[in-house]
């Protein structure tokens, strides 16, 4: 039954790549994505209940039969994955024009067939093709869409570094097929092969790879650019489908085809820790900075994305160290992380294209959106704000709490080294929580709240209504956790031989494997917050008959000032952390003053303030250089002269005869 409702979802998905491109409208198309994301997620839930059977297509390729199976953690990601996307697919981009909005359309076809690949296809050479048709999709949803005035410098450095990264996993997923003898991804796992320096090498190959989609260090200034040159939409689907399936692909490398012992999985599990530890830290600090909306919430999922991989290798590290129930713990601790931060990034992706179409513009700045929007819109919008800054009791607020515990659990491992890099790496992530924290009151306070909009707002009953059900799903995975965390323990059955699912609840508390050491409950929490509430709501309603409510405005040196003139900009907001950690940013200010009738009488000034990027002039400019420098070379190979091109043939048949007399 699974498998006939994913068949029913990639020929939905499939049909709508051919009628974006030939039906002008693009109606057909948009129903076709939504129906195909609807059957995904009936799809996904029913393979939480029981396993998926596995899919024979009936070829080969790279003569490796091509079959298709999603195992649990692959049905979890994509189903939460699929929420956002449904609604994003369903209001479509910003993009005004038809053929733009086609062209994306065909792209999100793309995108998801190939994300659907990544997350089912179990041999390398067609888990290959599946993972670059998932790149080139995302590459046409942000040329097509045309959002940006130039998408195509963006794009194409995205696809650069995404190719980097694939040559690395083909590299990976060759070794690993040499020594097997075989490239299906179940005769992949050789313990006895690996137990050497090609642990190493693999491993590296793995990260490097994969973790050129999840924004891994330097990887994520690709982010930024990419996901500005798109909409909103485009953003939905890039933070939820996309990086989870890259993410997916990393931990089926780490976890089933790496050995579980030696000092060379240490190694990478340890590398993998501090690399994921100060992605995020990084990408945090570079998203407080950004003014625009699609801009900090890309690089904010490099820094979930980063959580995620540090807790990854925390879970191979413990499995490495003979700690089952622990690495188990991590492995669940990761699905809850991304499951939560798919359902509130996608939120607030589509407020973002909420806030473009009342503004024209996708910067943050106070523009008291909320005041004249409806409430719905507002309530969804805070919801998922609450879970990305991990404020009690929203679903990022609990994945967050069970990050820390799982790196508690680092005091069971003997390995000096690996106790210390768990102990600073739970350092690292506090502070990047706090920074989390500021960057999204940030956001919220600056990029929808205010005093009053002065234009008409523009939100569709549509909008609203999905920014608001995306919204409570946020709450409702926090709500629902005690139960939702069992449809998991399957899948840790399978890769550590542990039903770590079952001790991670009591009854409605939410335990670390052991309700002695710490527990919340958000499921009580919910219920007992608005009783709490009505204490301090009660002393307000009687402190206003006491105390009358005086509005005056804001002061400003003693002078009457518009309050939208004066009031708190992004820049401002950010501007202690940046002077703060100038070691980090390497800020740049830049003042220019205009004059009329002499030296005194400054009719303008011109201030530019920008962050310094630090992997790009350091390691992409020089590469670029390079890469310019050798196609200049060998761009005679393009010159069109026919005698240099009859003198190439002569060469290489000289070249062929000599192989043949004297090669034996």
Known sequence: MQSDILLAMAALWATSLVAALLEKSGWLARIGIVLGCGAGIAGCLMNLQGAMPIFLFGFRVSDTPVQFHMDTGGSWLLLFGLLPALFAAGLITTASSQPARRYWLAGLSLTL????????????????????????????????????????????????????????????????????????????????????????????????????????????????????????????????????????????????????????????????????????????????????????????????????????????????????GPAGLAWIVCLLHLAAHSLAKGTLFLTADGVYSVNDSYLIRQTGLLRNSPLLFGVGALFATMSLAALPPQSGFVSEWYVFQTLFQGMQVNVVAAKLTIALAAAGLALVVAVALATFAKLFGIGLLGDGHIYTTHLSAARCGSVFILGMCVLGLAVGMPWWVQGLGAGTQLLFGINAAAAMKDGWLLVPLSGKFAFISPTKLVVAAPLLALIPIALFMLSRRAFLVRRVPVWSGGRREDARRIATTSLAFSNALRTFYGFIYGPTHNLEREYDHGPYFVTRLIFNQEVAPIFGPYLFTPLTRLVRAAADRVSILQSGYLNFYNGLIGMLLVLILGLALFYK
């Open 113 to 324: 067939l190939g994300a659907l690949g990544v997350f089912g296809l179990q041999d390398a050479m067609s888990f290959l093709i599946a993972w670059e048709v998932m790149s080139v999709g995302g590459a046409v949803m942000i040329l097509g869409e045309g959002v940006s005035r130039s998408p195509g410098g963006p794009a194409l450095f995205m696809l650069a570094l995404l190719e980097v990264g694939a040559v690395a996993i083909l590299l990976a997923l060759l070794l690993l097929g040499s020594y097997a003898g075989s490239y299906a991804f179940g005769s992949l796992a050789n313990p006895q092969a690996l137990l050497s320096l090609r642990t190493l090498v693999i491993g590296l190959l793995l990260l490097f790879g994969f973790g050129a989609k999840l924004g891994v260090l330097p990887f994520y200034e690709w982010f930024p650019a990419a996901y500005g040159s798109g909409s909103g939409a485009t953003g939905v689907i890039f933070s939820g489908v996309v990086l989870n399936a890259a993410f997916y692909s990393l931990a089926r490398g780490a976890l089933q085809w790496l050995p579980r012992a030696g000092v060379w999985t240490m190694s990478v599990a340890i590398i993998m820790i501090i690399a994921g530890v100060l992605s995020a830290i990084l990408s945090i600090f570079n998203a407080f900075q950004e003014e625009d909306w699609r801009r900090m919430l890309s690089l904010s999922s490099a820094e979930n994305a980063g959580v995620a991989v540090a807790v990854l290798g925390a879970s191979l590290l413990f499995a490495a160290s003979g700690l089952p």
